[in-house]
C-alpha cells in the first residue's frame, strides 16, 4: 500500500540512501543539533524500502522523546540545510491533508556521478569519393514520398499557464478550463505575495497551484464534481494554509488557554 512513495524516492536502494545520509550529516555536521540528527535518522530508517518517509509529527516525536514543536523545528531545519524534501499528501479517499511525506535528497557528489564524462574524439577517417553513376543509380532508388519527415521537439511549457494547459490536455482533453484554474490561482496566490514575509515564495504557490490540479483531475475519477473549478480552489486553499500556516501554532509547548487569564482573577 506504499508502493507510492517510490514516485517521490531519489534513491533505488539503502546503499546509496545511506551514503547521502551520512554525507549530509558530515557536510552540516555543526549546523545541526542532536535532536536534527535524530529526526533525519529517523526519517532514513522509514525511507529504506521505498525511498520516502510518510510520517505523522506525532510518530517521529514519540520515537526520539521529544515534543510536537521541537519535531516541526527540526524539519525545517533540516529543509532549510538542503537535507530533505517536504511534500504535502493528500489522502486519496477523504481528500485532505494527510501526513507528509519526506525524501532524503542526494548531495553534491552523488549528483555529480551521474553526469557524463568526455566523450572521446571520434577518429577521422577519410572518405572515399562516390562515383558519378552510383549518385544517379541512389536517387533513382529513392522516393522523396518514403522519406519520413520529423516532427519538431515538442515545447515544454516554462508558465504555470502553460503548464496547466498541457497537464489538462493530456488527462481530459480539455484546454479551456486552464483559465478559470489559473484565475483561481492568481486569486489566491496575490492574497499572499502582497505580505512581505510571503513575497519570496512564488515558486512554492505555482508548485501548490499544480499539486491542487493534480489532486482535482484525480479526484474526477474516483466521483462526480459538479464544479471543478470550485473545488479546486477548496484544494488550493487547503494546501496554501497547511504550508504557511501549519507550523504557526506550534511553536509553543504550552496550550494557547493558558496565555489568558480566567475571568475576574487579577494578575500578579
Not at 501548490?208 to 473545488?231: D, E, H, V, W
Not at 488550493?236 to 488557554?257: G, N, P, Q, W
Request: proline share 4%; aromatic share 8%; glycine share 4%.
Amino acid at each position: 500500500m506504499t508502493t507510492y512513495l517510490s514516485e517521490y524516492a531519489h534513491f533505488t536502494n539503502k546503499r546509496d540512501l545511506d551514503v547521502a545520509t551520512r554525507q549530509h550529516v558530515l557536510a552540516h555536521w555543526n549546523a545541526m543539533n542532536q535532536t536534527e540528527r535524530a529526526v533525519l535518522d529517523m526519517i532514513r530508517r522509514y525511507s529504506v524500502k521505498y525511498g520516502a518517509a510518510h510520517l505523522k509529527h506525532e510518530t517521529i516525536g514519540k520515537a526520539i522523546k521529544k515534543s510536537n514543536a521541537t519535531v516541526r523545528r527540526a524539519i525545517r531545519k533540516l529543509e532549510k540545510l538542503e537535507i530533505i524534501e517536504r511534500i504535502h499528501y493528500i489522502r486519496p479517499v477523504m481528500s485532505g491533508l494527510g501526513a507528509n511525506i519526506y525524501v532524503i535528497k542526494p548531495t553534491n557528489d552523488q549528483s555529480n556521478l551521474n553526469t557524463p564524462e568526455k566523450a572521446e574524439k571520434p577518429s577521422v577517417s577519410k572518405v572515399e569519393p562516390v562515383h558519378s553513376a552510383t549518385e544517379a543509380s541512389l536517387s533513382k532508388a529513392i522516393n522523396t514520398k518514403d522519406i519520413k519527415r520529423t516532427s519538431p521537439p515538442e515545447i515544454v511549457p516554462t508558465t504555470l499557464f502553460g503548464k496547466m494547459k498541457s497537464f489538462l490536455s493530456s488527462t481530459i482533453g480539455e484546454c479551456k478550463l486552464a483559465r478559470n484554474f489559473y484565475g483561481v490561482y492568481r486569486h489566491q496566490s496575490l492574497q499572499m505575495l502582497k505580505f512581505s514575509i510571503h513575497e519570496d515564495k512564488g515558486e512554492l504557490f505555482e508548485q501548490l497551484g499544480m499539486q491542487a490540479l493534480r489532486i482535482s483531475i484525480q479526484t474526477t475519477k474516483r466521483k462526480k464534481i459538479g464544479n471543478l473549478p470550485g473545488y479546486y480552489a477548496g484544494v488550493l486553499r487547503e494546501l496554501i494554509t497547511k504550508a504557511l500556516f501549519s507550523d504557526a501554532f506550534m511553536d509553543y509547548d504550552v496550550a494557547v488557554e493558558e496565555f489568558y487569564l480566567p475571568v475576574g482573577r487579577n494578575s500578579v
